[in-house]
């Protein structure tokens, strides 16, 4: 019996079949050890998930109306160890890193899909909320249905049955995460959490940066050193300069330097 590897494209899919290969080798040679497991340096499912370190209240929002959706999110959840908070209430997106889609061609319209085929209530559901996400600048997480199912359409397909108001409104700007049979869909799943990881990494590095503007303009307007460092705004104290009663700051003397020529001729 020979086992049939496929080969990805992406990198991380790559790593995955190259240990499908070597354990197939292995047990085809009859190596000792063979049906130990392999590490190979780079492999996604071999490395902690990511922290997902966000203030926000939550670190995915989805719809319930977006079939397939609440499956994945709860393959996420196990994936990520538990750290992965999610909710299918639409009013909490604005409190999310990020908006889940997940993308089949039952999606916003099931046409030749009768098993999991939408009706119109249910798409124009989705379809508000995904363009409620747009106009808030929401982040979109983007998975694309690749496995051995009926639902599974190619992404041109997909396209084609968006609604053109998302298209145009840049629904597919984010580039979206392939999710493939096993074993590659464990590293889907991964490239997912870590491609959430990034946009949580992204929100806080902003909301530090808006903040500290925040705080120098406030600072600006009242003249009180709000953070305790030394400077109001982006200028120094006058305590932190010289304060009544306390020895100056050294100050640093500058001298020309001699040209080399000079120093010869003294010599």
Known sequence: ?????TWHRLRPFQMCSMRLLIAELLRAWK????????????????????QLATKRTW???????????????????RASEQQLRAT???????SSAALLLYLDGA???????PDRSKDGAASEGLVRLVRRALDDGIPMVLVHEQRSVPEAVSFDEIIRRTPAE??????YRPIATPLLDEPHAAVAVRLVLNNLDLI?????????????????????????????????GNSPTRSSEHAPGSAPKPRLKWRRRTPPEKVASCV
């Open 59 to 77: 670190h995915l929002c989805y719809s319930r109306d977006n079939e397939g959706a609440a499956e994945l999110v709860a393959r996420l959840e």
């Open 107 to 113: 999606t916003f319209g099931g046409a030749g899909l």
């Open 88 to 94: 299918a209430d639409a009013e909490q997106m604005r």
């Open 31 to 50: 190596a000792p050890g063979a049906e130990r497991p392999i590490f190979l340096p780079g492999d996604l499912c071999r490395s902690p998930p990511p």
């Open 200 to 232: 949580c990494r992204r929100i806080e590095r902003h909301n530090s940066g808006v903040i500290g503007s925040l705080t120098a303009l406030a600072e600006s307007l009242t003249r009180i050193d709000m953070d305790g460092d030394g400077e109001i």
């Open 166 to 171: 998302l298209v145009s409104a840049g629904i």
């Open 1 to 5: 019996h020979v086992r049939l590897v």
